[in-house]
Each structure stands twice: as structure tokens, then as C-alpha cells.
């Protein structure tokens, strides 16, 4: 069993940028894959950025050269560094943690104005 909880979201202009940071209850050395997931009103849940316990990352197409996924086995922490954000950005960001059983976050709001 594993605790996560998210916080960094918050409101930011276009272009701006954000970290947002996924606190685990324990070691996630073990942990196989974390990722960030992100969910806007009247849209499906939708995979923005994982990573395995090797360091590998996958990112959405929509992300990619703008967002970068990190994960810190020391302070048991993923951390989500999103630059240049768009107001299609906004949306609630939820944590994941999958060992193998999934585990998410309560989410973090982002909310980019145009």
C-alpha cells in the first residue's frame, strides 16, 4: 500500500510554467512505473508522462519537448516540470503509482488562463 499526494498546481498565464511534486508514503525504489495522469471537466482521464524505477520515460504527444517527468527514490518523490503551458493544460493532475497495484493521488489543479 502506498500513500500519494500531490501538490504545485495552482493558477499560472500561458507560457508560464509549474512543478508539481507526488509526496509517496514510502520507498518507491520498488515501484515499478509512476506517471502523471491529468483528467479536464467532461474529459476522460488521460496519461500525460510516466516512468519506470530504470529511469525510462514515456510522454503524450501533447507534452512532449514542454513537460518532464523526474523521480527522486531519496525524498520518495515524482516530480512533473511543465514549461510553456497552455490553457488546454488546464485540468486536474493526479499522481499514479503502480506496484503493481494502482494507487493515485487525490489531484492537484492547474489552471492556465489565456
Known amino acids: 500500500q502506498v500513500q500519494l499526494v500531490e501538490s504545485g498546481g495552482g493558477l499560472v498565464q500561458a507560457g508560464g510554467s509549474l512543478r508539481l511534486s507526488c509526496k509517496a508514503s514510502r520507498s518507491i525504489f520498488s515501484i515499478n512505473t509512476m506517471g502523471w495522469y491529468r483528467q479536464a471537466p467532461g474529459k476522460q482521464r488521460e496519461m500525460v508522462a510516466i516512468?519506470?524505477?530504470?529511469?525510462?520515460?514515456n510522454y503524450a504527444d501533447f507534452v512532449k519537448g514542454r513537460f518532464t517527468i523526474s523521480r527522486d527514490h531519496a525524498m520518495n518523490t515524482v516530480y512533473l516540470q511543465m514549461n510553456a503551458l497552455k490553457p488546454e493544460d488546464t485540468a486536474v493532475y493526479y499522481c499514479?503509482?503502480?506496484?503493481?497495484?494502482?494507487?493515485w493521488g487525490q489531484g492537484t489543479q492547474v489552471t492556465v488562463s489565456s
Open positions: 499514479n503509482a503502480q506496484d503493481p497495484f494502482n494507487h
Open positions: 516512468i519506470t524505477s530504470g529511469g525510462s520515460t
